[in-house]
């Protein structure tokens, strides 16, 4: 593509990257995606994973799967092909990976130099990373410290999935009070929550609503959910896209 052609393509580009499989990636994907969607932009969709891919589950999203894998295993020249899509679509693209492909896209990424690249196309790229409570903290704030140490700039947004546990420290400092977290706060551009709430209700909506791979909009339509199952899942999405809104991404 010549620079004239270039010049003409504007929007971001948004990763959603993690190790740490099971941690809410693809619902991270979801979001963005219904949000930039109900903002009246374009929405262009990928999803990378080659074991799970979720995120091109939702039919309401249709995201396109890009096969990563070659004879059976992870090729990184196949990701040329998803940047070829990601500088030709006009408007928002939202890019969901897999804990299998998160090593071997950063990599390629760094590699590659394709922040600068997508940037030089009129493409700011930003990358999201889950951070989680319980079990999988560690893990994450592993994942999010690799990535943050490499990004090369401000434009990580961490989003802080509560549902598997609250996220601090043994001595109660929540996550911006924890060392990885300051160590990397000038690359970090906002922080989403995906506040925990009570099980036995907003948990069993998202649950299932994920578990169908219906969109919050979808779900909020579908007659098998109750009228109070709505009203909850609304207060999820409204909260949620508050807080993006907070953060005035492109």
């Keep these: 593509m010549s620079n004239s052609e270039a010049t003409k393509i504007e929007g971001a580009v948004h990763f959603v990257l993690q190790g740490k499989g099971g941690v809410g990636k693809s619902f991270v994907a979801a979001i963005l995606a219904q949000y930039f969607r109900g903002a009246g932009k374009p929405v262009h969709c990928f999803d990378t994973d080659p074991v799970n891919a979720t995120f091109a589950q939702y039919e309401g999203l249709e995201a396109e799967h890009i096969n990563v894998l070659k004879r059976g295993a992870i090729n990184e020249k196949q990701f ?10 006009p408007g928002v693209c939202v890019v969901d990976t897999g804990a299998t492909t998160f090593v071997p896209l950063w990599n390629y990424m760094l590699e590659n130099e394709i922040v600068g690249f997508l940037a030089g196309h009129n493409r700011r790229a930003y990358i999201h990373s889950v951070v989680t409570g319980g079990q999988a903290m560690s893990d994450t704030l ?13 434009n990580i947004i961490v989003w802080l999935n509560e549902y598997f546990g609250e996220i601090q420290g043994k001595d109660g400092r929540q996550f ?36 169908r791979r219906l969109t919050f909009d979808a779900a909020i339509r579908n007659e098998s959910f109750s009228l109070v199952s709505k009203q909850r899942l609304a207060i999820v999405r409204r909260d949620l896209f508050e807080q993006l809104d907070s953060l005035a991404l492109a």
């Design 80 to 89: 040329d092909s998803l940047v070829e899509h990601l500088c030709n679509r």
């Design 142 to 154: 592993n994942g999010f410290a690799k990535i943050a140490a490499t990004s090369g700039g401000k």
């Design 176 to 211: 911006d009070e924890l060392k990885v977290a300051q160590d990397q706060a000038d690359r970090v551009l906002g922080a989403v929550t995906i506040r925990e709430r009570n099980h036995h209700t907003f948990g069993d909506d998202v649950k299932e609503m994920l578990q």
